[in-house]
């Protein structure tokens, strides 16, 4: 889903700059529930100005501090004082956009015609005295650059009037426009405040991801078994976790407590495999959610020591000796090994449509 944010949003958190209990709550969903942040640059633009504003409204009293302060504090209000203040607010406000990986659309390519014709046909989000200019920057940015079929665009503003109806929806105006461009009813919601959006969508939607993840661990979930899927795919990933199997020289090394590195390290074939836990669950859209797994099994690997190294291992008995040449010793084990693995579930037809092993390790973790 997708978040776009209105410049009066900014003067209800700390500072301006998108910070308060409300903001944690989301920003710590971010990832999870896949919500991304929209300021389209018409709205960042008039955060900046309206924070410059804001101290310039404060000269006054400034001023008047200034006048009681002795030295050094009184010589601290220069004139380059505000305008220093002011390009600090737009960096560090540009830096919390940058964590919060927010998406920043231009509305350069806006026809100003196509404006002029709005306000003169008094739709929203224009007034009938013709105020509006700057909100229908900000809607024609989300209408053309932002809302689309497979995902909902909530716009959080506090001036809502502006954008909705009696009732707090979407005003008809906005909604003619969205159907216009084919796109299906509630593609885009309006909302007034990040403490709402966290109470109706954020939360609720947590609590729905964690039960999911729990009936998952259990294997209790309608939608997949995650380890039938493992033992349905096993070759499959097999293959796919060749690269890495073959880099697990340091782990065979510490596991068998080898006096030197193995090398080129194979998979012969893996047994028993059960599903060691659900790492996570994040929401992709409506329908999909990507699910994060390990699955523990036994294994049989081989790699490759130096004869002197084998020579010098205590524990031999352990090893299955495949092959003792003069320059290298190929020897086989048996060994736990733990597959981490990432699906994308779709929830609508119960099945797992991608699939990656992001990492393999001797052991348990």
């Known amino acids: 889903m997708k978040v776009v944010l209105d410049t009066n949003i900014f003067l209800h958190t ?28 018409i709205v960042v633009a008039e955060a900046k100005n309206q924070y410059r504003e804001a101290l310039d409204e404060q000269r006054k009293t400034l001023k008047k501090l200034e006048i009681l302060f002795l030295r050094p504090f009184s010589e601290r209000f220069t004139d380059d004082f505000l305008p220093d203040a002011v ?25 100003h015609d196509d404006l002029v014709q709005r306000d003169l046909a008094r739709r929203k989000p224009f007034t009938v005295g013709g105020k509006g200019y700057r909100d229908a920057l900000i809607w024609e940015v989300i209408q053309r650059q932002i809302a689309s079929a497979d995902t909902v665009t909530y716009l959080i503003t506090d001036n809502y009037t502006d954008f909705g109806d009696e009732a707090g929806e979407l005003h008809p105006d906005l909604q003619e426009d969205l ?29 729905l991801l964690d039960d999911l993840r729990q009936k998952l661990e259990s294997r209790a979930a309608s939608e997949v078994d995650l380890l039938s899927f493992f033992n349905e795919n096993v070759e499959d990933i097999s293959d796919a976790s060749e690269e890495m199997i073959f880099d697990l020289g340091d782990e065979v090394r510490d596991a068998f407590k080898l006096p030197g590195p193995a090398d080129s390290v194979g998979l012969a074939g893996v047994t028993n495999a059960e599903l060691h836990r659900v790492i996570d669950v994040r929401q992709l859209n409506n329908h999909r959610v990507v699910v994060t797994f390990e699955i523990v099994c036994d294994a049989y690997i081989f790699f490759f020591i130096d004869p002197e190294t084998f020579a010098s291992t205590r524990n031999t008995s352990q090893f299955f000796e495949n092959e003792i040449g003069t320059d290298q ?30 990492a393999v390790h001797i052991g348990r973790t």
């Open 179 to 207: 159907r216009q461009r084919r796109l299906p009813e509630g593609a885009v919601k309006l909302l007034r405040s990040v403490a709402g959006f966290n109470e109706q969508l954020v939360k609720p939607s947590l609590a």
């Open 329 to 358: 010793v190929n020897l086989g084990v048996d060994a736990d090994l733990t597959f981490e693995i990432e699906v994308v579930l779709n929830r609508t037809i119960q099945e797992v449509t991608e699939w990656v092993v992001r």
């Open 87 to 111: 390009k600090e607010y737009e960096r560090a406000l540009d830096a919390r956009l940058e964590a919060l990986n927010a998406i920043k659309p231009d509305h350069a390519d806006i026809p």
């Open 14 to 41: 700390q500072k301006r700059l998108l910070h308060g209990v409300d903001f944690e709550i989301l920003e710590s969903a971010l990832q999870r529930l896949g919500i991304t942040i929209v300021v389209p640059r």
